[in-house]
């Protein structure tokens, strides 16, 4: 198993979270981003920078990910690709997107964006907070858990 991150936009305590996972139990992590990226030395961590352009991090990721891998990202079309590809998708906030949640999302999606192009302001998310970074860090937690991982949970919350 192999966990990509979809770095550009993930929150720098997401991405603290999955460095610790990665060296708590052994997994590897990998950030696409279109930017150059800090990483803490470890075997297990490393970064891919693509080239600018819309969805290109999105596709460097559904290229190399395989049945099975884990994907962090809060772009739900990015989700449901990842999904179609027997992979598995979880969101900064701790929600994993599955079969049965990801049609629901794209529609909301879909409305939100109808929305603001006739000039409504939907506002954004909010900012993420404790409450946020533990329900990721239990996500995580539990994920790795039922792929067999052992548990994380003290090394996350941290």
């Known amino acids: 198993m192999h966990i990509w991150v979809d770095a550009d936009a993930c929150p720098r305590v997401i991405k603290d979270i999955l460095f610790r996972a990665a060296e708590r139990v052994g997994v590897r992590v990998t950030l696409v981003a279109n930017q150059p990226m800090n990483l803490p030395p470890s075997r297990l961590?490393?970064?891919?920078?693509?080239?600018?352009g819309f969805d290109v991090a999105d596709n460097e990721i559904v290229k190399r990910l395989e049945p099975g891998d884990l994907?962090?990202?809060?772009?739900?079309?990015?989700?449901?690709?990842?999904?179609?590809?027997?992979?598995?998708?979880?969101?900064?906030?701790?929600?994993?997107?599955?079969?049965?949640?990801?049609?629901?999302?794209?529609?909301?999606?879909?409305?939100?964006?109808?929305?603001?192009?006739?000039?409504?302001?939907?506002?954004?998310?909010a900012?993420?907070?404790?409450?946020?970074?533990?329900?990721?860090?239990?996500?995580?937690d539990g994920f790795l858990a039922r792929q067999g991982c052992p548990?994380?949970?003290?090394?996350?919350?941290?």
């Open 127 to 140: 900012t993420l907070g404790a409450r946020d970074r533990q329900a990721f860090a239990n996500a995580l």
């Open 71 to 125: 994907v962090i990202t809060a772009d739900i079309p990015l989700a449901a690709e990842v999904i179609a590809r027997e992979a598995h998708a979880l969101n900064p906030r701790g929600e994993i997107y599955t079969k049965d949640n990801i049609r629901e999302r794209l529609n909301l999606r879909d409305f939100m964006d109808t929305l603001r192009a006739t000039g409504v302001d939907t506002g954004g998310p």
């Open 151 to 158: 548990p994380a949970a003290e090394s996350l919350k941290r």
């Open 45 to 52: 961590i490393r970064a891919i920078q693509v080239a600018q």
